[in-house]
Nanobody
Framework: QVQLVESGGGLVQPGGSLRLSCVVS????????MGWFRQAPGKQRELVAT???????NYADSVKGRFTISRDNAKNTVYLQMNSLKPEDTAVYYC????????????WGQGTQVTVSS
């Protein structure tokens, strides 16, 4: 069983920064494409950023130029560096392990709250 554990959320002022981490248990981390999603109250869950097995990132238009996704396969960890945060970035952020194209299932973390407010 694979487990994803997010950390790094919290309360930050507009313009501030946070770094989210997601540690993935098991020995298949390097096979997964990884992603960060978020869900604000009353809204659907939306894609924030993804990263391929080889380390190529892709971003939602709303976070391009402000957020950076990265991964460390030696540590089974994916990161989301969030800069220039805005109140509209407030949401629960979820880590996803995407098994598409493999024989592995998808997995989700439990989420970490990010609140951007003065």
């Amino acid at each position: 069983q694979v487990q994803l554990v997010e950390s790094g959320g919290g309360l930050v002022q507009p313009g501030g920064s946070l770094r989210l981490s997601c540690v993935v248990s098991g020995r298949f981390f390097s096979i997964y494409a990884m992603g960060w999603f978020r869900q604000a109250p009353g809204k659907q869950r939306e894609l924030v950023a993804t990263i391929t097995r080889s380390g190529s990132g892709n971003y939602a238009d709303s976070v391009k130029g402000r957020f950076t996704i990265s991964r460390d396969n030696a540590k089974n960890t994916v990161y989301l560096q969030m800069n220039s945060l805005k109140p509209e970035d407030t949401a629960v952020y979820y880590c996803n392990a995407d098994g598409a194209g493999t024989a592995l299932p998808n997995y989700w973390g439990q989420g970490t709250q990010v609140t951007v407010s003065s």
